[in-house]
């Protein structure tokens, strides 16, 4: 886990299917609220529909060039069907899509884990979202099953910096989010954002970009709301968001 690094540059060796199905099966051995099992794992192909996924994903080769690629998905259509063949409803609110994207999240995080294991490089594409309508069409996804985000799997390119030879970068102090009974006062957090910007400094600085810190980086993401096309299409796809 601690030997974890974002691949970005794969060489095109293809991932064997007896490598994603030992993922997959240690991957469903995440925890699981209640059971319920709320997700899909949907392997990507065919070359064509990897490409026009590289478009909708901001044009990150990775997408297409990684020896797999994979669309994560929240699903609930699996209970969907279930209630519908025991003749009762399905109750679809906010907790019902928080439990799907908490059971997605730990399984993928765990696939992630059995990929690296095998050694396998990972990414994950968060830009699913940018344009998660145009995704969900070209999946042709039922209602029900959500994308929440991508996963390249393959080989890293030993010859590129975006292969994973680099230093990882630099993680919050352990301090900083272990705590005990009480969440911390604003002027703790505020000294471990500090000393998490002077360690992101030098990790910027040796890379040959002394200005950068972690805090800019973080305000310069959340200044302004991105992606609100979602809570629509969330809501098209059966989710309730109240």
């Known amino acids: 886990m601690a030997a974890h690094r974002t691949i970005r540059k794969f060489l095109p060796t293809p991932v064997p ?5 030992k993922a997959v099966e240690a991957a469903e051995k995440a925890s699981t609220s209640s059971w319920i099992q709320a997700y899909a794992l949907l392997q990507i192909t065919d070359g064509e529909t990897r490409r026009e996924l590289r478009a909708l994903t901001g044009d990150q080769a990775q997408v297409e ?3 797999a690629f994979f669309c994560v998905c929240a699903d609930t259509r699996r209970h969907r069907l279930i209630a519908e063949d025991a003749g009762v409803p399905h109750a679809a609110n906010l907790e019902t899509f928080l439990l799907s994207v908490v059971d997605t999240s730990l399984f993928a995080q765990n696939l992630a884990l059995a990929f690296e294991a095998q050694g396998h490089g990972i990414c994950f594409i968060g830009a699913l979202r940018n344009h998660l309508p145009e995704v969900d069409r070209l999946l ?3 209602e029900g099953v959500i994308g929440l985000y991508g996963l390249c799997v393959g080989e890293p390119d030993p010859e590129s910096p975006l292969g994973g030879a680099t230093e990882p970068r630099p993680r919050l102090a352990v301090d900083a989010v272990w705590t005990r009974d009480r969440y911390p006062g604003d002027d703790e ?12 400094n030098d990790y910027y600085r040796d890379r040959g970009q002394p200005k950068r810190d972690w805090s800019g980086g973080i305000w310069r993401t959340f200044r302004a709301p991105s992606r609100e096309h979602l809570h629509d299409h969330f809501e098209s796809k059966g989710a ?3």
């Not at 299917?17 to 199905?21: E, F, K, P």
């Not at 957090?189 to 992101?200: F, L, N, T």
């Open 17 to 21: 299917d007896a490598d994603v199905h």
């Open 65 to 67: 060039e990684a020896g």
């Open 140 to 142: 042709e996804l039922p």
């Open 189 to 200: 957090i505020r000294a471990h954002v500090e000393d998490m910007d002077r360690r992101a």
């Open 240 to 242: 309730r968001l109240r």
